[in-house]
């Protein structure tokens, strides 16, 4: 479908309910056979690197999520899948995806990056509480990740925990050691509210929400692509965390692109803070 008419989108209660807590579950983004290919391609390419001995694919986790659990942890990952497979290329700009962000940050979608999580039965590991806001401010705050679930995340998977309301609070500060979290004992993952989700949701959420997630202990894996995406005249500040394919644009235009041909967004931003982006 190409078009620039808005078809999908929240109901203003979802809206409401978004700006009232910080984060809101679409429920059947896509359909059953959707997530199941993508989650197949998902686990294929987790496969692929594992077996290409890709540095940093399978992991202990953040290294503060052994404060969370001593139990043995376990996390496959890996940043900006769109680059790997054309099935995440075509998600990360499905209206059914970006006419949702557009409804909580404005008309025009910018990427910031994608991550892909596989949590490994039994051993998934778990993300301490934190706001995403420490790893890359900006100006507005308007990031927000969707967390697409390509299988069903019940509790026991370790589905995402948020602290509704805590996106009014701002930037908190945050420890720093293994991964930026909030002090465990004042934040607790066993006392957010879970946001249990079935292969095809979408959770959106700002990147001031204080969220985590548990241990996978069930046996099955749970399968997700976080897509982090802002709106584009929000500057970070200070430029980091820069990945290829960064500043893509997913819906709309980029309204900063009018200093000259081939110069977006992102590139003026970096060149204003004496940086450069990630090509
Ligand atoms: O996928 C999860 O369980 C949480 C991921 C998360 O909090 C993050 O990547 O910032």
Same mark, same amino acid.
């Given at each position: ?22 984060? /809101? ?17 998902? &686990? ?5 690197? /594992? ?32 680059? #790997? ?26 990427? =910031? =990056? ?16 934190? #706001? ?5 401010? &900006? ?30 609070? @701002?930037?908190?500060? =945050? ?5 930026? &979290? ?6 607790? /993952? ?54 290829? @394919? ?15 041909? @081939? ?9 204003? #803070?004496?940086? #450069?982006?990630?090509?």
């Amino acid at each position: 479908m190409i078009t620039g008419e808005k078809r999908f989108g929240f109901r203003p209660d979802e809206i409401q309910f978004y700006r009232e807590n910080g984060y /809101v579950l679409a429920e059947g983004v896509f359909s059953p056979e959707e997530a199941a290919y993508l989650r197949e391609e998902t &686990h294929a390419l987790s496969q692929r690197l /594992v077996e290409a001995n890709a540095p940093g694919v399978v992991f202990g986790g953040w290294g503060s999520a052994a404060k969370v659990t001593d139990l043995p942890r376990e996390l496959l990952h890996c940043h900006n899948v769109q680059y #790997q497979s054309a099935a995440f290329a075509r998600v990360i700009v499905d209206p059914r995806l970006t006419d949702r962000a557009a409804d909580l940050i404005g008309p025009n979608v910018q990427l =910031h =990056h994608t991550k892909m999580f596989i949590k490994p039965p039994e051993k998934g590991a778990p993300f301490p509480m934190h #706001q995403d806001v420490p790893y890359f401010p &900006h100006e507005k705050h308007s990031m927000i990740a969707a967390i697409l679930h390509f299988d069903d995340a019940p509790l026991e998977k370790g589905c995402v925990r948020v602290v509704p309301g805590s996106h009014r609070l @701002g930037p908190q500060e =945050h420890l720093t050691e293994g991964g930026f &979290h909030l002090p465990v004992e004042r934040f607790p /993952v066993s006392e957010a509210t879970p946001c249990p989700a079935k292969a095809g949701d979408v959770l959106f959420f700002s990147y001031l929400t204080i969220h985590g997630s548990g241990v996978n202990t069930s046996g099955e894996a749970r399968t997700t692509l976080l897509v982090q995406m802002r709106d584009p005249t929000d500057r970070p500040v200070p430029l980091t965390h820069t990945s290829r @394919g960064q500043g893509m644009i997913l819906r709309g235009i980029d309204p900063d692109a009018d200093a000259g041909p @081939g110069v977006d967004s992102l590139s003026r931003y970096a060149k204003e #803070q004496g940086g #450069q982006t990630a090509r």
